[in-house]
């Protein structure tokens, strides 16, 4: 269904006229035919009919023919634009991928390279501060490594939000709570008692006051582990990787060549290969057994 907000270009236009001229040009062919039996009476009139209609006829031929020619004209030239877009988009991909690979290896290599130097700075503070702590003056806190110290949650003391007094339904003899408070049965809201196991059994029970205290636990530091060892970096101008601190110590990583690290790669020779064409397509012939064969059979 055309859209009717769409604005027609001028071939649309101009399909539209010819294909109003083609059902003009049927409806006269159309209209000369229901007169062809008021025709038939008289030879003079049926000849007039029949050239009328040959006439119409034609002239159908005709708009029809000018209808599939400019439609097929509107066809090609719909076709050449979107296929001129088309080449556009692949060229514009093919840019951004070209684009892209090339901030891969720049931008990739210098962000890669910052990212190492930071591990390496946080491996030699790291190194520093375990000798200090070594010997450290009585009294003195320990110095604590950089990277932990960003990446790490301290322990946490607990914290008491809000404390109330209730009263509580336990066990007489055990005083232990019991789970489901609105199941006991009490006279004098004091005493009671709970049936459990299906009934078979009944728990005296007593009112007893607790001092309910709402809180936040205490929380226990979490070692983040190094920071190199958690990085692992792939190569941006080959295969393979450029960094890969789960294998690394710190005194290795305190004294990485970041430089040398993140240097672009040189490419490889390519292999040279021989192949072997005759030059005389008749050859070998094809009796000839293969010196191969001949080995074989030795």
Known sequence: MRNPFKKLSEADKRVATLRADLDAARAQLAAIDA???????????FAKWSADRSAAALEVDRQSSLVETHETEVETARRADADAAARR??????KAATDLAERIRKDGQRIAAELLELAKDAAKQS???????????????????????ARDFDAEPRKDIRSRGVDLWVAE?????????????????????????????????????????EFHPSGVAD???????????????????????????????????????????KKQLRPVQIELIPVDPSWPPANVVGQADQNAGL
Not at 127 to 149: F, M, S
């Open 35 to 45: 007169g062809k039996i008021a025709a038939q009476i008289d030879s003079a009139a």
């Open 89 to 94: 988009e692949i060229e514009a991909a093919r």
């Open 127 to 149: 190194l520093a501060a375990k000798a200090l702590n070594n010997r450290l003056p009585e009294g003195e806190t320990p110095i604590p490594a950089a990277d932990i110290l």
């Open 173 to 213: 003899t055990t005083g232990a709570i019991i789970g489901d408070q609105d199941a006991v049965a009490s006279d004098d809201g004091v005493r009671g008692q709970v049936h459990i196991f299906g009934g078979s059994m009944r728990w005296k029970c007593i009112k007893r006051r607790f001092h309910e205290i």
């Open 223 to 265: 070692w983040p582990g190094n920071l190199f060892s958690l990085i692992r970096l792939p190569r941006l101008d080959g295969p393979g990787f450029l960094f890969d601190g789960a294998i690394g110590t710190p005194e290795t990583v305190a004294d990485l060549d970041v430089a040398a690290a993140v240097a672009p790669r």
